[in-house]
């Protein structure tokens, strides 16, 4: 396994969308093995195989408190999502140390295939239903600092130019 590169907003590669998984085999195996280590280490709930350079509809989440319940989505689909709204504080591994409220259904369901390429469906609500909203979201190329204020992710963007400029001159 290996740690793999977190793409930074606002790279453009952040906005592809994501194509669908062929066939699950052993090449889409090590990548999810790669994600779930990168997703953990980092740490984070979640990671989307776009935010790693990788543009195939690929999820991992892990959202128990001992972060030993990996779940994996490939080709994930929206079913269901309620109208009821709720609204949940998030962050991004891809716009580290920025978090605000971002408002999406409560509620989901969502079908997808597992590591062995089964078919399976879930019922999500609660920090699941925003993780799987969240990372389906970077699945169509869309960040959650694109459900802000415009100012706001204007003011985020350049922060993390900024920022990346001042990793560029510590090498």
Known sequence: MALLPVLCYPDPRLHKVAKPVEKVDARIQ????????????APGVGLAATQVDIHER?????????????????????????????????GCLSVPDFYDDVERAASVRVKALDLNGNPFEIDADGLLSVCLQHE????????FVEYLSILKRNRISLKMKKRAKELVGQR
Do not use: C
Not at 30 to 41: D, F, G, W
């Open 58 to 90: 690929i999820i991992v989440i892990d959202v128990s408190d001992e972060q030993n319940e990996l779940m994996v989505f490939i080709n994930p689909e929206v079913l269901w999502a309620s109208p009821e709204k709720k609204s949940w504080r998030e």
């Open 30 to 41: 090590k990548i999810v093995a790669n994600m779930a280590e990168t997703m953990y280490e």
């Open 136 to 143: 389906m979201d970077h699945l169509l190329g869309k960040v």
